[in-house]
């Protein structure tokens, strides 16, 4: 027997609108619903984890990397939405969801606590799934950073690539220039640590072996090498720590001393996202 109920533009139309799914998505699945709007959200659900299912084993190294700040730059959260697609990354839904998505992220600690997060009436996770079946692509948090200081600054790489955030230990004039400035130099060089402190013990020792190496098909004394690879292992330092780094504004100083030009201030934290990452 044919299905008579009527569907309204009207009706298509909010199921669009809590969903995000496509206008013929939106009619399919009310009419198959017979008219029950609850119902059809659950049967474009069940369409999402299909195709998640589906896609699971695909690649999300697309998308968008989003960080914010709070309204009194104590606190800033760093996500990557990912998607498998460039040109799925740079639609304009899509990074709104990433927003919306790092305004909710500034409520919790963890990436599994915020994938379980509510996100209007349904997890993260859920939603997610929803969005793969609407995207007809695999999305997923392929990363969550949050940090808290005195002042926390932001950057976000263009095209939303890269975003990065960065944690000075006071609030004082100039500290927004200098946050932001800390957060490009994050996002271009890349920096493994902080400090000398924040380097993985087992880096290091791989530095000095492969330090050591070198020198031995250079011909130095074995007796030589540990003294000559602690000098490398300076380097290293200088050009894979945050503070010790050349400033990209100006090679001439560290970021270290970058950032004591607007008082006694550090940096205590930074985190940096990217796709693919």
């Given amino acids: 027997m044919e299905n008579t109920v009527k569907i309204t533009a009207a009706e298509v139309n909010k199921l669009r ?3 995000g799914a ?5 009619k399919k699945a009310l009419v198959e619903a017979g008219g029950d709007f609850e119902k059809a959200i659950e049967i474009l659900r069940k369409k999402g984890q299909k195709v998640a299912a589906n896609r699971a084993d695909r690649e999300s190294t697309e998308g968008a990397a989003i960080a914010k ?13 990912g998607c498998e697609t460039d040109f799925v990354g740079k639609n304009e839904n899509f990074v709104s969801l990433a927003n919306e998505f790092a305004d909710l992220a500034f409520n919790y600690d963890s990436k599994e606590d915020f994938l379980a997060a509510d996100f209007n009436g349904m997890t993260v996770a859920e939603k997610l799934i929803e969005q793969t079946g609407v995207i007809g692509e695999k999305l997923e948090i392929n990363a969550f950073e949050k940090i808290e200081a ?6 976000i790489h263009a095209g939303n690539k890269i975003a990065t955030l960065v944690g000075l230990s006071a609030n004082v004039d100039g500290s927004d220039v200098v946050a932001k400035d800390v957060a490009m130099q994050v996002a271009a060089m890349n920096p493994i640590a902080l400090n000398e402190a924040g380097v993985n013990a087992t880096i290091i020792e791989k530095e000095i ?20 690879a602690k000098g490398k292992l300076q380097r290293f330092f200088k050009d894979n720590t945050l503070v010790n780094q050349d400033f990209i504004k100006d090679s001439k100083q560290s970021v270290g001393q970058y950032v004591k030009t ?3 201030v550090e940096v205590v934290n930074f985190k940096r996202v990217a796709l693919g990452a």
């Avoid at 496509?22 to 939106?26: A, F, L, T």
């Avoid at 700040?69 to 939405?81: C, F, M, P, Q, R």
């Fill in 17 to 19: 609108q809590t969903t």
């Fill in 22 to 26: 496509g206008m013929m998505d939106c």
């Fill in 69 to 81: 700040v709070s309204a009194d730059n104590t606190k800033g959260v760093a996500i990557v939405l």
């Fill in 150 to 155: 005195p002042y926390v600054g932001f950057y």
């Fill in 209 to 228: 072996e492969i330090a050591k190496d070198q020198l031995r098909q250079e011909g130095k004394p074995e007796a030589m090498l540990d003294n000559i």
């Fill in 262 to 264: 607007i008082g006694n």
